[in-house]
Structures are given as C-alpha cells and as structure tokens.
C-alpha cells in the first residue's frame, strides 16, 4: 500500500525541479541537503517512480517527473490561491497575484489597471509577466500565473483554455521618424527593409506571418526581438521597421521618435482576450483585478 504524500514533499520536488540542484533548493527552503534528499525518497517512494536522475552534471526530471511536475506545482498554486482567498474573505491581507501581459497591453491598458487595483488593495503584491502568450503557456499550466491579457484567435488551446475576448487593437508598420522609407504607401515599398518582430508561432505575429507569406516576395525578418522595449529600441536607432499596436506611439515616451504608416494594405486588427486555465478559480482579488481589465479594455 502506498504512503500518502505530504506537502512538504511536494515542496521539496518542485524546489529541485526548479533549482537544479539540492544544495539550491535546501538554501531556499532552509532545509538541510538531507532532509531534502529524505523527503524525494519518502515521495518516489509513496508514488513507486524515481523522479529524478542523479549525474556528476546535476540532477534531471525522468519522465515520470516531467509528468507529476505539472500536478504538483497545479497542487501547491491552489493551495496557496485558496489560503489567500480565505484571508481575502475573512478582510485580511496579504497574498499575491500573478499576472501576464502582452506588450502594448503594458504600454496603455496595464498602468491605469494596476493604479486602481493598488488603491481597492494596497497589501496586496502583484507580480506582472510581460510578453507572447506562447511564452506564458508553461506558467499557465503550472498555475504560476493567474491569467494574462494576450493576443488571441481561435485554436488548439482552446479545450485548455478560457478565452474571454476583451479588445481589439489596430496595428501599423513603424520607423523612427527621419527613415529613408518615410513617404512609404504599401508594403511592396518595404519588402527590402530590415524588420524586427516577435517569434510567429502563434496569436496575432502568426497572422501577420500568413498576411506576408503571401506576398510575391516574402519579407525577410532578420531580427527576432521577444519585447515590445527591445524592438522599439532598435527601431529607434536603427532603419530597421516593426509593427506594433498604433496606440503604442501615442505613449509620451514613443512619440517623438517615431512614425506610423497609412499603407493602402489593412494589416489585421488584434484581438485581446482575458486568458486562464479553465480549471483554475481566481481569488476575489484576482476576480477583481480581472473586472478592472474588462473595465478598462472596453473603455
């Protein structure tokens, strides 16, 4: 008969996976490297698995491990989404809330949301993801994040995840002001340019992909950059071109650098959607955090 598994196993699993090592993880949970070895044991013990694989270059999930990695950081996040929730109930604070954006999300809808959060829950810690819904997955999954506000259109996560359509965004091609490319009408113009954008594996980059695969002469993006900051940066000092939402140049600080182009081909608009796992329940903090991002998106 299996032993039941504890918590404190559990911890002591998703510390390694998460560290590497058991020195790493022992200093992070203030435990003994054996106490820590015990509890792996007593775990691959209770489940009949070894999880991990031990080597003179550190230590590696099996299999197996790889599998039960996923439940027991789902396990440990609800856990601690259900302590919070509790206090939150109870009037006390404390606790945190994980979220993701996409980029132009975090350059306009983001700091108003947040501003009004902070006042409604001033104890309360927000920690903010920025990027690509495909880089969030992972953290999704595990229930490190609570949700995020990404770029979306309908696909093979949809059984996995809630998509609650919340906004869409125009977007355009920029260059900093004084680019040769300026006057530029229409895309056949700026085949030959340098661009720079996100990886198009997915959401709304992918359909820009689809959009210019299209062409008679496929544009060449030469520049991978996984950041809004990062690709408006080397816009900025470079003739390289990007296409961001266009209320992303209307941000003070964007503004005088750079310029939007009125091209005779419409790029796609992008659709931003509320995203979590379907069977993740929010606390009421993070339910309200989630009711300001509606508010604000539908402005």
């Not at 700091?111 to 903010?128: G, S, T």
């Not at 995840?161 to 919340?166: A, S």
């Not at 900093?176 to 709304?204: E, F």
Request: proline share 4%; hydrophobic share 40%.
């Amino acid at each position: 008969m299996a032993l039941p598994i504890k918590l404190n196993q559990l911890k002591a699993f998703v510390e390694v996976s998460r560290h590497g090592s058991i020195r790493a993880a022992s200093r992070f949970l203030h435990l003994s490297q054996p106490a820590l070895t015990k509890s792996i044991r007593e775990l691959e013990g209770s489940l009949g698995a070894k999880l991990f694989i031990r080597s003179n270059q550190g230590i590696y999930l099996t299999d197996c491990g790889e599998s039960f990695l996923r439940r027991a950081s789902i396990i440990l996040e609800e856990l601690r989404v259900g302590q919070e929730e509790i206090q939150q109930r109870l009037g006390l604070s404390g606790g945190t809330i994980n979220i993701g954006v996409a980029g132009s999300i975090a350059r306009s809808i983001m700091p108003k949301v947040i501003i009004q959060f902070h006042r409604d829950f001033p104890n309360l810690k927000v920690r903010i993801m920025e990027g690509q819904l495909l880089t969030m997955l992972p953290q999704l999954r595990q229930g490190e994040l609570d949700f995020t506000v990404n770029t979306y259109y309908p696909g093979s996560l949809d059984a996995e995840f809630n998509f609650e359509r919340l906004m869409q965004k125009e977007y355009k091609v920029i260059m900093r002001k004084d680019h040769p490319m300026n006057k530029a009408t229409s895309l056949d113009q700026l085949i030959d340019c340098d661009w720079t954008m996100p990886t198009p594996k997915g959401t709304y980059y992918k359909q820009l992909s689809d959009v210019f695969s299209m062409m008679d002469k496929p544009m060449s993006f030469s520049v991978t950059c996984e950041t809004l900051i990062g690709c408006m940066s080397l816009v900025a000092q470079s003739d390289f071109l990007t296409i961001v939402s266009v209320d992303t140049i209307d941000d003070p600080l964007f503004k005088q650098q750079f310029v939007a182009l009125n091209l005779t081909e419409k790029l796609p608009y992008a659709t931003f959607a509320l995203v979590q796992r379907r069977d993740h329940a929010l606390s009421p903090a993070g339910e309200h955090l989630a009711r300001l991002f509606r508010l604000y998106c539908r402005d």
